[in-house]
């Protein structure tokens, strides 16, 4: 190769790179921008959705489950038939509903569970009662004329009074020296028109007297606590 040609070659290689279109290259880079932006908008909007469709589904479990288990304090809420026939957990339930059988049903009034029972004696019964302090049985006579309840007798060492109730008597209560009125519980209709009662109230109450009252909440007999 001589001078000539090896000067013309190297001319060739040192020529400045094509012109570039400019605009052409613009357009290009902000499209390259338009096309990520998108990718990052559609991502989040993918998350978001996401994270909705989750927070749904989540929300939907927990009313599920709230709707077919209750809270404690519903479960605490729920009770047990007043009539329906109780557990042997008092010492002596189990002999004692043997030895006397129920006439009618078993009654449900905390703390006790009564009964009432047939007598030896002519034109008698028995009450029985399980608690407590165990378990007894007490003969009684019927109510005469005008009298709605009676008292069988108070616990020993726990503040409850107890005893029966004809079946227009619809509510018991205690009634302490200041007034205050402390709901009992009654079950009506247990056996021979009866209902069986009791008022349990704190200790120290200074319990006066009982109130017998009807359906309308009509007084029908006040006993005298002693």
């Keep these: 190769m001589d001078v000539k040609q090896m000067f013309d070659t190297l001319t060739r290689e040192e020529q400045p790179p094509a012109a570039v279109d400019v605009g052409r290259a613009v357009a290009t880079g902000r499209a390259v921008r338009r096309r990520r932006r998108a990718a990052v908008a559609g991502a989040t909007v ?17 009313l599920a489950t709230w709707t077919v288990r209750p809270s404690p304090e519903r479960q605490e809420q729920v009770a047990v038939p007043a009539t329906a026939t109780p557990q042997p957990i008092y010492r002596g339930f189990a002999e004692l509903k043997k030895e006397q059988p129920p006439k009618g ?33 007490s003969g ?51 056996a021979a028109g009866l209902g069986l009662w009791s008022v349990e109230y704190p200790r120290g109450a200074d319990v006066r007297r009982l109130d017998f009252v009807d359906a309308k909440g009509k007084i029908l007999q006040r006993i005298a606590a002693r």
């Design 46 to 62: 993918t998350a978001a959705v996401t994270a909705a469709v989750t927070a749904a589904v989540t929300a939907a479990v927990v």
């Design 105 to 137: 049903r078993i009654a449900s009034v905390p703390p006790l569970v009564m009964w009432v029972s047939d007598a030896p004696g002519k034109n008698e019964l028995f009450l029985c009662e399980s608690g407590p302090n165990g378990s007894s049985c």
């Design 140 to 190: 009684f006579r019927p109510l005469a004329a005008g009298e709605f309840a009676r008292t069988e007798g108070k616990l020993r060492g726990v503040d409850v009074w107890f005893g029966f109730a004809r079946s227009t008597v619809h509510g018991v209560r205690a009634v302490t020296k200041n007034g205050r009125r402390l709901p009992g519980n009654l079950t009506r209709g247990v």
